[in-house]
């Protein structure tokens, strides 16, 4: 394996599978068989899921909700997600913890860095849940922090797309993907890979983004194994 320890970001709305909205759980069954196939193989691996099949702060603040309180609903849809692909993943028998930025004790432990490092050392998946526990952040921001402080050797970003194109390759057949680039020439390219938080954060502490696409079965696996599957971004 190229990796050791890693932090795969799934978004919300990966797990809407086909429908508009909720949690499709066909598809978080094939997650939680990608995840267990990398597992298995010894990866340490921990989780940050986004909550946009649920709620959006910034959609809320347009229908006229207080920003914050929004984005506090946001940051509860990102735990039901990560209740859901916990519940999954132990159906596939295998061990996780799920760790909450904002403190609800009762359903997930309280993030605690050297507890996390901890459940990484004894084979647990850990999922982050509750984004980063702050109002005006994203899920790819919580993502990257997270894999900062558990000392992640890349962040995962797992999507529907097998990388980072030239142009949208959903709307421009002449698009093609970009095998690896640096965090320089993305930001010069004007490429979208992460928000600008997200993506400076891990630019500044030598994180490498790999995006790929994680609807594709077995793609988790060759990331892993570092065959040439999406984009890594390095410095
Ligand atoms: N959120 C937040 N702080 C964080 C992470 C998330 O306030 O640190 C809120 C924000 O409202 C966001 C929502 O949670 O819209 C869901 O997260 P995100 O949009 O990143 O999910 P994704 O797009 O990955 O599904």
Redesign the pocket.
Known sequence: MKYKRVLL??????LMGTQNYGIDSKRLKEYANEIKDVVEQGLQLAIV????????????AAAGMDRVQ??????L??VI?ALALQSALENEGIYTRCMS?IEMNKIAEPFIRRRAIRHLEKGRVVIFA?????????????ATLRAIEIDADAILKGTRVDGIYTADPEKDATATRFESLSFKEVYEKGLNVMDMTAFTLSQENNLPIIVFDMNKPGNLKKVILGENVGTIVTN
């Open positions: 970001k799934l978004s919300g709305e990966a899921i986004g909550g946009g099949n649920i709620f959006r702060g910034v959609s809320g929004a984005d506090h609903m946001g940051m849809a990102t997600n930025a509750g984004g980063t526990g702050n109002p005006y952040f994203t899920t790819d921001t919580a």
